[in-house]
């Protein structure tokens, strides 16, 4: 079986879509030097927690053609309080599209889009759903 282990994210502006993330998620990124692309590393949470970390790339015209929205996976973000999240998206312009729903046994969930265009899902998961340490 194989595991989803990396995400990236497509960006016109992607200074403007790092603060997004940033301030929503909390998010840092970091240059990643060694590409031949403007690409940066996105760390999305403590190592120690579940989760992957990601990529955000300029959009590449001249190989990828007219800039495509949502031209990949949507990922889900856990976040603690959905209703805090949803709120703090549409502060720093992105826009919810499916409002939160209620997923029995597992949590809280909705749909959103960042200023560029690219969906993502964000979750409360429930406290009975969440990793536990054994």
């Not at 120690?48 to 190989?63: K, S, Y």
């Amino acid at each position: 079986m194989s595991r989803v282990i990396h995400f990236e994210i497509y960006a016109d502006d992607p200074g403007a879509l790092m603060d997004f993330y940033g301030d929503v998620f909390d998010w840092s990124f970091e240059k990643f030097e060694e590409s031949t692309e403007d690409y940066w590393s996105i760390r999305a949470g403590p190592e120690d927690e579940p989760g992957i970390d990601g990529g955000l790339m300029r959009w590449n015209e001249a190989q990828w053609g007219e800039h495509q929205p949502g031209w990949a996976y949507i990922c889900t973000i856990s976040v603690e309080a959905i209703d805090d999240a949803l709120e703090r998206v549409e502060d720093y312009g992105g826009t919810v599209d499916v409002d939160k729903m209620n997923i029995p046994g597992i949590g809280w969930h909705a749909y959103c889009t960042d200023p560029e265009g690219n969906r993502f899902g964000i979750m409360e998961p429930t406290t009975d759903a969440l990793p536990t340490s054994d």
